[in-house]
Every structure is written in structure tokens, then in C-alpha cells.
């Protein structure tokens, strides 16, 4: 078994920062995040518009939110990938429920999984599926305060929106372009 090179020489609530030992290299650890590509019955994919802080302004953006709520928790499956891809869909189905209101969806699968580099692992999952059933958001405090807006787009609307910058998050942003490009035009 080859011993794991990095060790974790900082931690704190939601970020840790390991060392390389035999380079000296560090990089920060954080817990994974979920974005959901959900689709109608009818094929239109549900996007939130919200208020966002690093950003300055509105914001088009899929559902999604983190995967663990502390350090911790992350570190206890890190490196157990069933466990992991369990933790990820069960947070993809919550975040559905509360930031969209999506009660049941068909089809759930992790079909993207985006790192931020080799300094920081800070990995997006991308979901997809179809939703069954909707009914009212369960937005927790932060996200009342944001004001999350759940809309439907045609997905010749939403390449539109990200020609003209629509959709914000960049590493969303790669993710919908392969995914659009896949899927025939509405």
C-alpha cells in the first residue's frame, strides 16, 4: 500500500491546508459542492436566480449547495468513493427540495464531477435528472435573504444566456456548454 504523501497541517471548520512531505507543496481542502442540470417533463432545464455577494448582483445558476456542512464530516469519506457518491446525491435531493422545491426526480445520476486544480481540491458533482413532482421551496435563512427565483428555460435560452453572461459560475458555466452540446436544439 503506498502511504498517502499529503498530511493536513492546518484545519479549520470548513477549509483544511495539507503539505506535500516529500515536496513541500501545500494545498487547501475543502468539502465537495452538488449542482443539479434538472429537466421538465417537457425538457426545460430549471435554473435559480439569486442574489449573490461575490458577485455583486443577480445571478442565473443551477440549484446545487454543499455537499458537507463541516471539514469533518468531508474527511471521515474522503476516501471512501461509495460513501462519497452517496453524501453527494443525498445532498443533491436535499438542495432540489430546498432551494427549487423539487420533491421527486427520475433518473438521478452524478454525470460530471469538476475540479478546481491542483492546489485547491474544492470538487463541483453535477447531477442530472428529470423532475416528477414540484412543489413549494424550503429555503433555509441565507437563501431567504438571497431571494432564490426558480425558472424553466428552453435550452436554446440557456445557451443564449450563456453567450451573454447570464450564468455566472465558470466552472457551471464549462459544465452546461459540454452538456448543451450533447442534447439537440428545442
Known amino acids: 500500500m503506498i502511504e498517502n504523501p499529503w498530511k493536513i497541517v492546518w484545519e479549520g471548520n470548513l477549509f483544511a ?8 507543496w501545500e494545498r487547501a481542502v475543502r468539502p465537495p459542492g452538488v ?39 468531508y474527511l471521515a469519506v474522503r476516501n471512501n468513493q461509495p460513501a462519497l457518491e452517496q453524501a453527494v446525491v443525498a445532498a443533491a435531493r436535499l438542495e432540489a427540495k430546498q432551494e427549487a422545491g423539487v420533491d421527486d426526480i427520475a433518473d438521478l445520476a452524478i454525470t460530471t464531477r469538476s475540479t478546481a486544480g491542483a492546489s485547491v481540491e474544492w470538487d463541483l458533482y453535477y447531477l442530472t435528472g428529470t423532475i416528477l413532482a414540484q412543489s413549494e421551496q424550503e429555503l433555509e435563512a441565507d437563501e431567504q435573504e438571497r431571494g432564490i427565483a426558480v425558472h424553466f428555460f428552453t435550452l436554446e435560452t440557456v445557451r443564449s444566456m450563456l453567450r451573454d453572461d447570464s450564468i455566472g459560475e465558470e466552472r457551471t458555466r464549462a459544465v452546461l456548454e459540454h452538456h448543451l452540446a450533447t442534447l439537440p436544439l428545442q
Open 35 to 73: 449542482r443539479l442540470l434538472l429537466t421538465s417533463k417537457e425538457g426545460h432545464l430549471l435554473l435559480t436566480e439569486e442574489f449573490r455577494t461575490e458577485v455583486g448582483k443577480k445571478d442565473f445558476r443551477l440549484p446545487g449547495g454543499k455537499v458537507f456542512d463541516d471539514l469533518t464530516s
Open 17 to 24: 491546508i495539507e503539505r506535500h512531505t516529500k515536496k513541500g
